[in-house]
């Protein structure tokens, strides 16, 4: 499986941008915002059996005007999803932007002491020599015992500096507790994926990095379906314009028994070009759930199924699906 790197926009971040795209077998995904690449790299993790990858320049809502949920807070919010799910990500961020017009840089943030308490380890590297072992030991951690989040936070003058390291795949063939090699999941006609606590509407984007890591495993016949409520969609939009940017099809199945939310799901997939379809009785879910299977293939985009009257235990049997669910502590 090629090796998949999920990040966000931003200047601290752009020597490892850089490196990446020299880098051959190496994959980059760009997320609308933090949150949302930590929940990709997240659903990658947990499909391919890897540890994820993801590099973010995070700041203080402060200081650039980001809107709750983006910068600083919606990376703590996402690592401390993967923390209590034992999801073993590598988090690498840049904690200081270029120099500006006035010669002055951005200042850094408190990034290690606010991730500690929500990863496994993280650790800030000031001396580029260490980088490659930082990495390695980065990915150990992550796998070793429970599996959990790790971050490293790197200067940018550090994370600009020319270092020998060995190719990616390299630094992530770890081994499952009981010794064997971890492997691709099994053939099935669909995934499910549904999100029990955690931070509304992450069911999108984890579903994006299940959808990435299917693909990758040469699983392309596996429809993903990710199961929300129409209250969350607000929080959807973000991961909606990555998965139709970069062409990531799967099923978005929308539960609005009070009809309410109906209207504005449909806005909202229509805004990105995405087509839908109305369950209305539990007889037409198994030919709706074909439909979109189809559509979201031909397509190349996400595809809405709104229901009113079927509940997520009733999608998930008419599926006959595999689900992926956040693990129990």
Request: with cysteine; aromatic share 4%; proline share 9%.
């Amino acid at each position: 499986m090629p090796f998949q790197i999920f990040g966000t926009p931003g200047a601290a971040a752009l020597p490892w941008y850089e490196a990446l795209e020299r880098a051959d077998g190496t994959r980059q995904l760009m997320a609308h915002h933090e949150p949302d690449a930590v929940h990709m790299a997240a659903g990658w993790a947990r499909t391919g059996g890897r540890a994820g990858v993801l590099v973010a320049a995070p700041e203080e809502p402060e200081r650039t005007g980001a809107r709750h949920g983006a910068g600083i807070d919606g990376l703590l919010t996402g690592l401390r999803t993967a923390h209590m799910d034992a999801v073993p990500l590598v988090c690498v961020t840049g904690r200081t932007a270029p120099p500006g017009r006035d010669g002055t840089a951005v200042p850094a943030a408190a990034l290690v002491r606010s991730a500690r308490p929500v990863t496994k380890a993280a650790v800030r590297i000031e001396d580029p020599a260490r980088v490659p072992r930082a990495l390695r030991a980065a990915f150990r951690t992550a796998r070793a015992g429970r599996p959990g989040p790790v971050l490293i936070d790197l200067p940018y003058g550090t994370a600009a500096q020319d270092v020998l390291l060995g190719p990616p795949d390299e630094q992530d063939r770890t081994r499952a507790e009981d010794g064997r090699p971890h492997r691709a999941p099994r053939r099935t006609r669909r995934f499910v994926v549904c999100g029990r606590g955690g931070p509304p509407g992450r069911q999108v984007p984890t579903a994006v990095g299940v959808r990435v890591a299917l693909d990758a495993s040469g699983h392309r016949d596996t429809t993903v379906v990710a199961l929300a409520g129409a209250d969350q969609l607000p929080h959807t939009v973000g991961a909606l314009g990555t998965a139709t940017r970069y062409g990531t099809p799967f099923v978005l199945a929308v539960f609005d028994p009070g009809g309410r939310g109906g209207g504005r799901a449909w806005e909202l997939m229509r805004s990105y070009g995405c087509s839908g379809h109305r369950v209305d009785g539990r007889d037409s879910l198994r030919s709706a759930l074909a439909w979109a299977r189809k559509e979201c293939v031909t397509t190349a985009r996400p595809v809405l199924l709104l229901m009113a009257a079927q509940a997520p235990a009733q999608v998930r049997t008419a599926a006959r699906t595999q689900t992926l669910a956040p693990r129990e502590a």
